[in-house]
């Protein structure tokens, strides 16, 4: 068994937030048995992103360079350290395998829409915020934390569940 399958979900979560140089990330990097030079430039090539993904286990990983959110100035946008700003639990997909382990805050793929908010309002995160084209996307935030989960897969179910850090909307 490699160690990409040892990783807890628990782990990923915690480690939002953390960059490259914490001993969060170091703890993730060590579990999932990769390092920064595993991180790929993002698509379209954005300045100061890199991203990880495993598409086997439906799990993805986005970061973004400490220079562009202002905490480290001393470092170019293609250097890090990098904050893991977002964690994907990739679901319900054509041809592709979900995330095979438990969801964090008691959610899985086969919950209703109804039944994963319930299971966020009982974890503490209140009412979902819907969002998207055709409101396909509930959202809360709390502590630090932005949890997203996108019903735009097929027959209504979960696509995708994401935990990240919030995004400021108001600049877009």
Known sequence: MDKARKTSTDTLVTSVGADSHSSLQKRLFAELGIGEDRLEKYPLNLPGRRLWSDEARGLQLDFKNAWLLGDDPRHAQ????????????????????????PLPYGVNFQMSRDAARMALLESGFG?????????????????????????????????CLTVGVPINRNDT
């Open 78 to 101: 293609h250097e890090g350290p990098w904050m893991l700003t977002k964690v994907v639990f990739w679901g319900a997909r054509k041809k592709k395998i979900p995330y095979s382990h």
């Open 127 to 159: 009412e979902a915020r819907q969002m998207g084209f055709s409101d396909e996307v509930d959202m809360w935030t709390r502590k630090g934390l932005e949890v997203t989960i996108d019903y735009s897969g097929e027959k209504d179910a979960i696509r």
